[in-house]
Nanobody, 127 residues
Framework: QVHLVESGGGSVEVGGSRTLSCEAS????????MGWFRQAPGKQREGVAG???????TYRDSVKGRFTASRDNAKNILYLDMNSLQPDDTARYFC?????????????????????WGQGTQVTVSS
């Protein structure tokens, strides 16, 4: 099992930036894809970004050009750099991980594909 702990959340003004981190421990050798997800109050959790071991990323349309996911495989840390933040970005942000699976070639951000989850970190964007 992989244990994930997010950090870096907080309050930020509209147009500001924030970097989230997710530190993995436990059976980290099993980690293949990692992802960022978020859940706004009263809404379902949604995928934000997926990242492969080689750093290849995919993003949901609403964050493309503003958010950048990256990972340090040696340190087992996942990052999410968020820029030009908007009130709609207010949510609890979660990181997730899954092992390699032969039927899942790409590292997307489909929630049901991921096995291990962190507890999340809150990001609040205010004007």
């Amino acid at each position: 099992q992989v244990h994930l702990v997010e950090s870096g959340g907080g309050s930020v003004e509209v147009g500001g930036s924030r970097t989230l981190s997710c530190e993995a421990s436990g059976n980290t050798l099993s980690i293949h894809c990692m992802g960022w997800f978020r859940q706004a109050p009263g809404k379902q959790r949604e995928g934000v970004a997926g990242i492969a071991p080689d750093g290849t990323t995919t993003y949901r349309d609403s964050v493309k050009g503003r958010f950048t996911a990256s990972r340090d495989n040696a340190k087992n840390i996942l990052y999410l750099d968020m820029n030009s933040l908007q009130p709609d970005d207010t949510a609890r942000y979660f990181c997730a991980a899954r092992p390699a699976r032969s039927w899942l070639i790409n590292c997307g951000y489909r929630e049901r594909d991921f096995d291990d989850w962190g507890q999340g970190t809150q990001v609040t964007v205010s004007s």
